[in-house]
């Protein structure tokens, strides 16, 4: 029978009596399981090696990827509000380094791989001129970038001016860049507004918006004209528009002036409007400031003068605005054949001579109290002229 340390039996068997000396000997332990050949085999070795080395990357990764997250969201260095530029065609390496050469962001590489991860065909970085906030960290500048939300500047072409003084605004301009054509656009085709554009924009490009965007206008007011309007083309439309933009500024007057001209131009009347010798003289460059018209300008021969030719002159004067495109396509509907400037910025009208002729004296008056009578008198009016030079209704009329 099996015996336990002290000597008793521990289970079924004989029993067998052991001395003092041999019950307290100690027992002999079993050797321990010799390790398989697999686990000893150097292939597990290595896996496990691997698996050691997978494991301490991933732990390096997640920590470097929350550096680098941290890192992307905290406050950049930027001191104060600064303007950054992306050009055309730049990459993702070039921004980066730029933001980080010009202090706006901390680590132009924590940026790039960031921004890598988050771009796609959809989200880019947008070519412009942009206002980055001081303190702005690295995610408030990407959004930014992908936003495409940069700085605009705007040139503004106001009602009434030439093509040739429209193509010199372009051209004085410091944020534009590129040339203009050689050969200027028609006059008249140049839509009067203020056009905003970002940094880098071309010259031609504002250009070719300016045309479309008359274009469009022209062919809008001219489907909603009066049906029984005087003139029958779109482009004598545009050229009598011109005329009304040069002759009044008033809103409440354009429609009216606007009559006064198809009126004449149905009864067969020359317009004798001002501003078309001042174009025929000088054309796309406009009359001097310091330079009046005199009654000697009247007899000028050019095609332009309204005063030597019936009908209208062979091209518009000037780019027309909405307002006088607006007026000429749907005028008031009046009697009257004449206007003359009131002394306070407007015009008064009349359906007759006689009432012309005694608006024109009063005009002439205050000229002459405004300045050198002899002056006032050889000066032409602001409007249709008064007594022979005054042109007369058919008889019968």
């Keep these: 029978m099996p015996t336990g340390r002290d000597g008793y039996a521990t289970g079924s068997g004989p029993f067998i009596p052991k001395s003092p000396n041999e019950a307290l000997k100690p027992e002999r332990v079993p050797e321990p399981p010799r390790r398989s050949k697999k686990a000893r085999s150097q292939i597990v070795i290595f896996l496990n090696f691997v698996m050691t080395l997978i494991v301490f990357a991933c732990i390096i990764g997640i920590a470097g990827f929350y550096y680098m997250i941290s890192e992307f969201q905290k406050a950049g260095p930027l001191e104060t509000n600064t303007h950054f530029l992306v050009r055309e065609g730049a990459g993702l390496a070039e921004i980066s380094n730029t933001l980080e050469r010009n202090g706006i962001i901390s680590d132009g590489r924590i940026f790039r791989y960031v921004a890598a991860t988050y771009l796609t065909k959809d989200k880019t970085l947008k070519a412009g001129e942009y206002e980055v906030k001081a303190g702005a960290s690295m995610k408030d500048v990407l959004a930014l970038l992908e936003s495409g939300k940069s700085i605009l500047y705007s040139v503004s072409m106001p009602e009434g001016l030439t093509v040739r003084q429209m193509m010199t605004r372009l051209l004085e ?45 022209v062919d809008q007011i001219w489907q909603k004209r009066d ?57 796309g460059a406009g009359k001097p400031s310091d330079r009046p018209i005199m009654k000697a300008d009247l007899d000028k021969q050019t095609p332009y003068n309204t005063y030597q030719i019936k009908g209208l002159p062979p091209t518009p004067i000037a780019n027309p605005g909405r307002a006088a495109l607006e007026a000429v396509a749907n005028p008031w509907r009046t009697k009257d054949l004449y206007f003359v ?6 015009h008064v009208f009349a359906a007759t001579l006689d009432e012309h002729n005694a608006n024109v004296k009063r005009w002439r008056k205050i000229e002459a109290e405004r300045a050198n009578a002899a002056d006032a008198e050889n000066a032409v009016v602001d409007g249709q002229p008064g007594g022979p030079e005054a042109e007369k209704p058919p008889k019968g009329d």
């Excluded at 056009?195 to 031609?204: A, D, E, I, N, P």
């Excluded at 429609?255 to 009864?267: D, T």
């Excluded at 400037?341 to 407007?346: F, P, R």
């Design 341 to 346: 400037a009131d002394g306070t910025g407007g």
């Design 173 to 217: 301009d410091p944020v534009l860049e590129g040339d203009l054509p050689r050969e200027l656009p028609p006059e008249g085709s140049l839509r009067p507004d203020t056009y905003k554009f970002s940094r880098g924009t071309k010259r031609s490009d504002i250009l070719s918006q300016m045309r479309a965007a008359q274009e469009k206008l």
């Design 227 to 283: 049906p029984d309007l005087a003139i029958k083309t779109k482009q004598e439309f545009v050229v009598l528009a011109s005329i009304v933009e040069k002759e009044t500024g008033k809103d409440d007057e354009r429609a009216h002036v606007a009559s006064v001209f198809l009126n004449r131009l149905q009864k067969g009347m020359r317009l004798q409007s001002d501003p078309t010798i001042i174009y025929g003289l000088f054309g």
